[in-house]
């Protein structure tokens, strides 16, 4: 089974997303869903108007949103990375609101964005307190992470690290 991402980026941040760290978390989605043959996913890396706009056309919402997914359909040909799953839509902008500009925490983010939009693409949704109870667990576990840090969507106050905690032996935390 090979995952390939096809990623254009039209955001004006440049060289923060590698398209092999998203095919190797593909790869990990894909193969745990049991999904056999090769498949591709397309993904855009935008700013928040463009963002808005395909929210605003496909969703009916006139706002901003970190992630957007778009499902083909479900026996699609194959291009020459495999079946076409879907595209992803990712806001570079949000995400880097989301992370206060850190470099590291936004590629965390935007992997956590790709994974949620990935699991939509694979037919997951979070319409109920029990879809959501799958989609987070899942995350977590596609992103070696726990459970509620693979969910942590939404405008966020910049978050400190225990590594940058004052030396004075305590640790600093922002509360949202």
């Known amino acids: 089974m090979a995952a390939a991402v096809a990623l254009r980026n039209n955001s004006a941040r440049k060289r923060l997303v590698q398209r092999r760290r998203l095919e190797?978390?593909?790869?990990?989605?894909?193969?745990?869903?049991n999904i056999r043959d090769a498949v591709e996913i397309s993904v855009l890396l935008c700013d928040d108007k463009t963002i808005a706009g395909l929210n605003r056309k496909y969703c009916r919402k006139n706002e901003a949103t970190d992630v957007l997914s778009f499902e083909q359909e479900?026996?699609?040909?194959?291009?020459p990375g495999g079946r076409a799953l879907g595209d992803i839509v990712i806001s570079i902008e949000t995400a880097e609101r989301n992370c206060g500009g850190d470099r590291p925490l936004i590629r965390r983010e935007i992997d956590m964005l790709f994974c949620h939009g990935l699991?939509?693409?694979?037919?997951?949704?979070?319409?109920?307190?029990?879809?959501?109870?799958?989609?987070?667990?899942?995350?977590?576990?596609?992103?070696?992470?726990?459970?509620?840090?693979?969910?942590?969507?939404?405008?966020?106050?910049?978050?400190?690290?225990?590594?940058?905690?004052?030396?004075?032996?305590?640790?600093?935390?922002?509360?949202?």
């Open 119 to 176: 699991l939509h693409l694979l037919g997951y949704d979070h319409r109920t307190r029990a879809e959501r109870a799958v989609m987070q667990r899942k995350q977590g576990a596609y992103l070696y992470t726990h459970e509620a840090a693979a969910w942590n969507f939404g405008p966020k106050t910049p978050r400190i690290e225990a590594a940058r905690a004052p030396k004075r032996g305590g640790i600093r935390r922002i509360e949202r």
């Open 24 to 33: 190797r978390i593909a790869h990990r989605v894909c193969a745990a869903e």
């Open 74 to 79: 479900r026996f699609a040909g194959g291009g």
